[in-house]
């Protein structure tokens, strides 16, 4: 395990008034580990994007299923990025709309291609990548 380093920051007092309201609201452990917690999230963020190794996560898709052959490609796009899937929950959001929560483990290359594949999707309403990748 790496050892502990002590460091100085110094930022506006209102906003470490935020950020102590948002640890204690989150019931965080304490600042440090908040502060850890974050630096992990903006480093596994940037590193997947950019980076190579095995990454995890989901990725949230909405879309209109009336879309002409909007099934059919999501379907046909999940078999052929496969080996980034690890499953999918579908919810019927109302009588338009549907949800879809992708679960990904793989490459981050291959990820990425996953993800830039949905960008395509026609339909598509909003998506949401999550991904990590452990640091
Ligand atoms: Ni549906």
């Not at 050892?3 to 100085?8: A, D, N, P």
């Not at 920051?9 to 917690?37: C, G, H, I, T, Y």
Request: charged share 25%; net charge negative; proline share 2%.
């Amino acid at each position: 395990m790496d050892s502990l380093v002590r460091f100085g920051v110094a930022v506006p007092s209102s906003l470490l008034e935020e950020f102590d309201l948002l640890v204690e609201k989150m019931k965080m452990p304490n600042r440090s580990e908040a502060l850890r917690q974050l630096i992990r999230e903006r480093l596994s963020r940037e590193t997947w994007v950019s980076g190579t190794g095995t990454v995890y996560g989901t990725v949230t898709i909405m879309y209109d299923h009336h879309g002409k052959d909007t099934v059919a490609d999501l379907t046909a796009l999940q078999h052929d990025h496969g080996e980034s899937i690890v499953c999918t929950t579908h919810v019927h959001v109302d009588h338009d709309h549907c949800l879809e929560c992708i679960v990904v483990k793989g490459g981050a290359e291959s990820v990425r291609r996953l993800v830039e594949a949905l960008c395509s999707l026609k339909g598509l309403k909003s998506m949401d990548p999550s991904i990590s990748i452990i640091l």
